[in-house]
């Protein structure tokens, strides 16, 4: 069962197992990072001082903690018959999260750069709180204003100097809150501090603590509630929300956080905002590798509880009030239902991307550009070559661009479906559009002639569309996949130009271009004992394994990196046990090596078996 966190939810007594199942949900984090001063809190006790917490009184340990995010959140009751149904299946077990991948496309439109910190006012306004959005740049910016936490830098400068000096008195005039209510000096100092850490820090993990710390301490200390504050403002929980909202990978632990805070906000009469209806439907769904029925099942159960104006359930025994949305309605927008429809396609359920696409007519909505993009991926996922054309051909007569993303998307669907010579014309008309010079990939084919080409499969190429960093991994996986060795070589090489680097892309290749490269060797390379003309030769990988080699030591390597590197040399080498060993040492030596664990049967552990007889 999921929990809530320690929300500071003042339930009634007969419910205070409510209460210690509620404060678990905010501990689902990854560690519990004390909030310490610059003071010594036993120096600054005194009589009227309240109780000072250095953590969370109730902590989540790991076993817990692995319990929690292995489980799925109740599902609401579904008769609502404005809500999205679709057959889903229960079947299959709980799978450990994915943390590492990121994806290439996101579904929801959620801002990328960076936030701008919660600008504080200078001037001193009376004990009313206010709140205004304005628009900076084109940025949103909350302005918060009330008395004290205008005053929050000068407040954080006094309590600093008064731990040096108890006598100290600022020569400005400063309403100095713990003279009036006999609040520790430290405590208030830690309050101020996490509060400016929500609002200017641009970490999820430190936001979070912070959150949770001023959870922990309103909740437990009455008169931080009557006299300063009687929860977290509203403006930094709602830049909270969108930290998690644009913080990726996606897990299921970040949904967790963004259920807890926005149960928070609405628990406290604060109006949600769509965007973060949006971003917890989307964060519903992923979590996880492989995305099957039962996960877009997930998000669409909070998808319907949203419909029926409520959060989704984070406790079965949780009176349904304090789940219901409080002065705000949640109205589907195309983002919110592109959302769905990028889980759908990713859980390859025909009966869930039509309706999810029924739900874009019922409500009235127009689907856009990243809609069909999710569409796309579908039918590359499904290699289904004839729907991908559909969807390619649908999208030029609405006239959408496939952009940047759409391009990736076709270099590897076309290269799965057997048409690489579709994925390396893409490639060709890219870099072209970046450095406009002669490219031989073994035919004469004038630029044109490779756009008419491409045309004829519904694929236009804009003349501002350049290389991204996405481009040139999938050009390589491409081409060496496919035993094209001096064309992922190319691509490698346009990597380095001065010309990508001027075009604000990642120049130096990483691990992902090398072990698509020794993927390449480990199919096709050619025993040393043969001649060979393709590339794949014991030369080459000697000289590609050199540069790998540069690679940052705390590089992770795992056993598929490792097994396709063995097995490049294996193959190149005829089987040369000797220098077997020596490119096993070195790449220990020179990385972090996933261990082998004893008496495995991997493919990995009997070649260790195989080298290392004396250490089995």
Avoid at 14 to 34: H, K, T
Avoid at 105 to 128: D, G, M, N, Y
Avoid at 392 to 413: A, T, V, W, Y
Wanted: include cysteine; charged fraction near 25%.
């Amino acid at each position: 069962m999921l929990r809530a966190s320690s929300l500071g939810l003042s339930f009634p007594s007969s419910n205070i197992f409510v209460v210690q199942q509620c404060r678990r949900l905010s501990g689902a984090r990854s560690r519990w990072a004390p909030f310490l001063g610059p003071l010594r809190r036993s120096s600054h006790s005194t009589s009227n001082s309240t109780a000072h917490p250095s953590q969370p009184s109730s902590t989540l340990d790991r076993e817990f903690e692995e319990e929690l995010l292995a489980s799925k959140p109740e599902r609401g009751a579904l008769n609502n018959s404005n809500a999205v149904r679709l057959p889903f299946s229960r079947e299959k077990p709980p799978r450990v999260e994915n943390t590492t991948e990121t994806r290439p496309v996101s579904s929801a439109r959620f801002q990328t750069e960076a936030l701008r910190p919660i600008i504080v006012a200078e001037e001193k306004l009376s004990h009313t709180t206010e709140s205004k959005n304005k628009h900076t740049n084109g940025s949103k910016t909350h302005h918060v204003l009330p008395l004290h936490y205008a005053k929050v830098d000068a407040a954080i400068e006094v309590l600093q100097k008064r731990a040096e000096n108890p006598t100290y008195q600022p020569n400005y005039p400063l309403d100095v809150f713990w003279e009036k209510t006999g609040l520790d000096p430290a405590l208030e100092l830690d309050i101020w501090m996490n509060l400016k850490k929500m609002g200017t820090t641009d970490s999820v993990d430190e936001g979070w603590d912070a959150y949770l710390y001023l959870v922990d301490v309103i909740h437990q200390n009455p008169v931080v509630q009557e006299q300063l504050f009687p929860h977290i403002k509203f403006a930094h929980l709602h830049r909270l929300c969108r930290l998690l909202a644009t913080n990726v990978p996606k897990t299921h632990r970040q949904y967790l956080r963004l259920l807890s805070v926005m149960t928070y906000i609405n628990y406290y009469g604060g109006p949600l905002q769509q965007f973060e209806f949006t971003a917890l439907i989307d964060n519903a769904g992923k979590g996880w590798r492989r995305v099957h029925r039962e996960d877009f099942a997930h998000a669409r159960d909070v998808y319907n509880d949203l419909m029926q104006g409520r959060l989704p359930s984070i406790s079965a025994d949780l009176p349904q009030e304090y789940s219901t949305l409080r002065g705000v309605t949640f109205e589907p927008d195309v983002y919110s239902l592109s959302s769905l429809a990028s889980q759908a396609a990713r859980s390859l359920d025909l009966s869930a991307m039509r309706g999810v696409f029924k739900a874009f007519e019922k409500h009235g909505v127009v689907p856009n550009r990243i809609t069909y993009l999710s569409q796309l991926k579908y039918y590359i996922d499904k290699r289904d070559l004839a729907g991908l054309r559909m969807s390619l051909q649908r999208m030029r007569s609405l006239n959408l661009e496939i952009g940047i993303e759409g391009l990736n998307h076709c270099m590897d669907g076309y290269s799965r479906l057997g048409r690489v010579e579709v994925s390396i014309m893409i490639y060709r008309l890219l870099r072209h559009n970046l450095t406009p010079e002669t490219w031989e990939y073994g035919d004469e084919d004038e630029i044109d002639d490779v756009a008419a080409q491409l045309g004829e499969e519904y694929i236009f190429v804009e003349a501002d569309l350049v290389p991204d960093q996405i481009t040139y991994r999938t050009a390589i996986q491409v081409m060496s996949y496919h035993g094209h060795f001096y064309l992922a070589l190319e691509a490698l090489l346009d990597m380095l130009s001065p010309a990508v680097e001027s075009n604000g892309v990642v120049s130096e290749p990483g691990l992902v271009e090398y072990r698509s490269l020794f993927l390449g060797f480990s199919r096709h390379a050619a025993p040393s004992s043969m001649q060979s003309d393709s590339g794949w030769t014991l030369v080459n990988l000697r000289e590609i394994f050199m540069k790998f080699l540069e690679l940052p030591s705390d590089t992770q390597i795992n056993h598929f990196t490792l097994q396709s590197i063995m097995t490049a040399f294996d193959k190149c080498t005829d089987h040369d046990d000797a220098e077997l060993r020596i490119i096993w040492r070195r790449i220990h030596a020179a990385f972090d090596v996933t261990p082998i664990k004893p008496n495995s049967l991997s493919t990995t552990a009997m070649l260790k078996r195989r080298l290392f007889p004396e250490e089995s």
